[in-house]
């Protein structure tokens, strides 16, 4: 028998199933929802807070990173020209360069073993001392102020008395890699002063240690000079052709004054500034440096050094030097000028210049050579993140041309962006 329901009925059994899903549906899905609604709210709150906070102490400690990598600007700047360590291989490639690019003749030539030498070291066998300029650069890089060096003096002074010949357990004791050559050469004039000249240009620091020369009936000059090789620590060793052999197809040879087969010279960069004499030979290899007048040095913002790094080459205490550490593009402007037959610079960031009074200041420079040569060294970028670089502004209003060497820049998404041009500049990438 079928029970047959009303109209009214049946909209109460209708209106009675809409609650039961209704209460189900709130109890059991919207009411979780709504609860981790609220948590993720909260830890929403947290994060905000902790970003806030994070914030805060990157910029209180925003100084300090920058500090810090100056810091390591500094000692990249007077470390990059010394060898890192001591290849007598490679030195001996070097030295045999630079007698055949400059065709003097060499009868005798002798390579002391590189030795750790201290500053002050009471070895026989080595120097008292080493090149008060090697001394300095040890001194800037650990730290030592004059008040320690007089202390230091004093205590070895005292130590020598009680016998003791040198102190091991010092916190600023250092030892020296060093290593001399000795050559008895033979030559006009203008040859043996344009080998002093590839060793003075060479792109490693050399030190000549003693000239000594006499003329001889056949108005040649002869002697002896006496060559110091140092390798001075670094933070990191970015001496790549130095410490490549890829290059080498012959790794060494019976007479070191025959020159490789694969030797091939090239010409001098700044050639009329670094040749003397009309009998000076032009050929030379790519140890040369070329000498540029300003440089400017781009990394990624991940780097320990600055991202951008901008100064006068040739300054030597780091004074012209500006810093920055943009993630993003930095704005820059280089200017040069000539006036009263004096030639001048000044260039800028978004935040500093140099001179600090920009708009007022120049600083005087001489050229190098019949140009002013400026190097833009950048690097390749190192994931879609790394983004920064420099949109720069050059204007030129001397009567010398201003080249302008940007290597290593990334193809695709260049760090160099040159905003605007004015004057006689020529870009080479």
Sequence with gaps: ???????????????????????????????????????NKAVLEEKRQKEAFTKIQ??????LSMDYKALNANLEMITHRFFPLIIQEKIVIYIEEMIKGSRIKVSNITFSEPSLNAPKGKNKETRSEIDPEIQKILDEIIGKTDNDQTKSDDSSKSQSKAGK??????????????????????????????FLKKIEYFNKKILIGSVNLISNENALLSGTIMLDFYAVPKLQINDDEYLSW???????????????????????????????????????????????DFKAIIKPVSSDLPAFIIGDAKEKNGKSYLYADNPNYENVEFNVFKQAGKYYYRYRIENIS???NYENELVEFSPYAKSIEFKIDSQLRNDNNDV???????????DLTLNVDISNDDSKRPRVNISKLQGNIKVNR
């Design 1 to 39: 028998m079928t029970m047959k329901l009303s109209k009214r009925e049946k909209i109460l059994l209708c209106l009675l199933a809409v609650l039961v899903v209704s209460y189900i549906y709130y109890t059991y899905m919207l009411t979780p929802l709504l609860q981790k609604v609220e948590e």
């Design 58 to 63: 990157m910029a209180s400690n925003s100084k």
């Design 165 to 194: 010949e040198k102190n091991q357990g010092s916190e600023d004791s250092y030892s020296l890699e060093h290593m001399s050559v000795s050559m008895v050469v033979e030559g006009s004039y203008d040859k043996i002063m344009n």
């Design 246 to 292: 890829e290059s080498l197809y012959e790794y060494g040879k019976e007479n070191p004054f025959e020159p490789f087969s694969y030797y091939i010279p090239q010409q001098y960069t700044n050639e009329s500034s670094i040749n003397v004499g009309s009998n000076s030979n032009k050929a030379n290899n790519t140890a040369i440096r070329k000498i540029y």
């Design 354 to 356: 140099y001179p600090k």
């Design 388 to 398: 920064n670089g420099i949109n720069i502004t050059i204007i030129n209003n001397s």
